[in-house]
């Protein structure tokens, strides 16, 4: 199975700075790689994802990530925080095995960002 | 197309009772999910549907866990004899094919006193 590490569970940044959340997936085979985010008591809604095209993948609202193969990573980042991303972020990956299982989605524990003004 | 609906939002049971929820996916999407958050977790992964085809289910989902999706469109969880460890948001997600994202509904969130 999947596992995908996000290194720390809590960032606080102050408004304007840079966003850093960091996910790490095991897996020899690239699988296809998502960032979702959270707000309370919210469902999740997909900031981006990669599928084996371009290794830099643009999201919405500023967010982006790039995919390193050698490094088995997908960090999220943001130039320019704003007070509107506190929320909770999290890594998911789909199955190495791309048949049936494909779709299933691992995530990891979750990232939660504060914005301080 | 209104997104991904589950019902109820909230439900709060007594141990050993059943409870059943609801999600509706997005229309023409043929794959449907479920997964289980508890507090300061992600999501886990409980099964999913092709159509009406249940075609996995996770060790997590005990034989006190069913899940339908008679006609390919909403679907059905329901718990049997509740445990205070069942205490969880259960998100349902849909999908138009394996490959493709998976929208997420607003979740609903059990408590089991």
């Known amino acids: 199975a999947q596992s995908v590490t996000q290194l720390g569970s809590h960032v606080s940044v102050s408004e304007g700075a840079l966003v850093l959340l960091r996910c790490n997936y095991s897996s020899s085979v690239p699988p296809y790689l998502f960032w979702y985010v959270q707000y309370p008591n919210q469902g999740l809604q997909l900031l981006l994802k990669?599928?084996?095209?371009?290794?830099l993948v643009k999201g919405i609202n500023g967010f982006e990530a790039e995919f390193k193969k050698s490094e088995t990573s997908f960090h999220l980042t943001k130039p320019s925080a704003h007070m509107s991303d506190a929320a909770e972020y999290f890594c998911a990956v789909t199955s190495p095995d791309r048949g049936s299982t494909l779709g299933r989605l691992y995530f990891g524990r979750g990232t939660q960002l504060t914005v301080w003004p | 197309d209104t997104g991904v609906s589950q019902d109820p939002r909230h439900k709060i049971t007594k141990r050993g009772q059943n409870v059943t929820f609801r999600c509706d996916p997005i229309?023409?999407?043929?794959?449907l999910y479920w997964y289980r958050q508890t507090l300061g977790q992600g999501p886990e992964f409980l099964t999913y549907f092709q159509n009406e085809a249940q075609l996995e289910k996770s060790r997590l989902l005990s034989d006190r866990f069913s899940a339908e999706r008679p006609k390919g469109s909403f679907s059905t969880l329901e718990i049997q004899r509740t445990e205070q460890g069942d205490s969880a948001m259960y998100l349902c997600?849909?999908?138009?094919?394996?490959?493709?994202?998976?929208?997420f509904g607003p979740g609903t969130r059990l408590t089991v006193l």
């Open positions: 997600a849909s999908s138009l094919g394996g490959e493709d994202t998976q929208y």
């Open positions: 229309s023409e999407h043929n794959r």
């Open positions: 990669y599928t084996s095209a371009a290794t």
